[in-house]
């Protein structure tokens, strides 16, 4: 079952960069952007964390922090955080937990072959926890002007 708008998030706790593992409701008292993208280190995934990396001043000015999640194992969520040089933390979700809570997981078409994989995906959380925008099926090209637009609204009401 998955997360509807308007609805608190499970308090979902996973292995982080940084060597730590965080709960989403350590990010409580601020409003939460959590982007679920398909792999690491992948053109579309690297542009989406790129622009993400490149807004992270403005979001934080909007008083929202940024997470990143995705079913690569963390070693491979270091190596991508490092080398993009990104501001915030990702996830490692090996078990798709945290895809099964937002259902992100879906059947994928590539070179013919159908495969479950994570469809890119954006949700806005809150400073008390709750969902209050998502984004399914995400085009990389302008959807960090989006959500930093939503953010900003969410931040001003």
């Not at 601020?30 to 992270?56: I, M, N, W």
Request: net charge negative; hydrophobic share 40%; proline share 3%.
């Amino acid at each position: 079952m998955s997360v509807a708008i308007g609805e608190t998030i499970p308090d979902i706790e996973l292995p982080a960069t940084g060597e730590k593992s965080v709960k989403l409701s350590d990010y409580r008292g601020k409003h939460l952007v959590l982007y679920f993208y398909p792999k690491a280190s992948t053109p579309g995934c690297t542009q989406e964390g790129q622009d993400f990396r490149d807004a992270a001043d403005a979001f934080a000015a909007a008083d929202t922090q940024i997470l990143g999640a995705s079913r690569d194992g963390i070693k491979a969520q270091e190596n991508f955080k490092a080398k993009q040089s990104f501001p915030f933390d990702l996830l490692s979700d090996k078990d798709e937990t945290l895809c099964n809570a937002f259902d992100v997981i879906k059947m994928k078409k590539m070179y013919g072959k159908e495969s479950l994989g994570v469809e890119r995906s954006t949700f806005l959380i809150d400073a008390e926890g709750v969902l209050r925008e998502e984004w399914r099926g995400v085009k990389v090209k302008d959807h960090v002007a989006a959500v930093l637009a939503a953010a900003q609204r969410l931040n001003a009401g």
